[in-house]
């Protein structure tokens, strides 16, 4: 499970759910809140072959690709 909490703005789901996408991810299920001014989604995702995501480096990979998002920056 992913969650992401941020200050809304538009596009900010797309641009997370793209970079998870880009990450070779499926979202198999997502609940979406809005709090006041403030987003908090949790995402259940998993690799490309169905499995839970496990390997430190493949968490690493999308922790970053999320944080480049959420700071609007290139992914690395």
Excluded: N, W
């Excluded at 703005?9 to 198999?28: I, N, P, Q, S």
């Excluded at 995402?43 to 839970?52: E, I, L, S």
């Amino acid at each position: 499970m992913l969650e992401v909490r941020a200050a809304d703005e538009l596009g900010l789901l797309h641009r997370v759910t793209r970079a998870l996408f880009d990450c070779e991810l499926d979202v198999v299920s997502a609940r979406v809140s809005t709090i006041g001014s403030e987003v908090v989604d949790a995402f259940y995702v998993r690799d490309a072959a169905g499995a839970k995501v496990t390997r430190p480096e493949d968490l690493q990979r999308i922790e970053g690709a999320v944080r480049a998002v959420l700071d609007r920056r290139p992914a690395p």
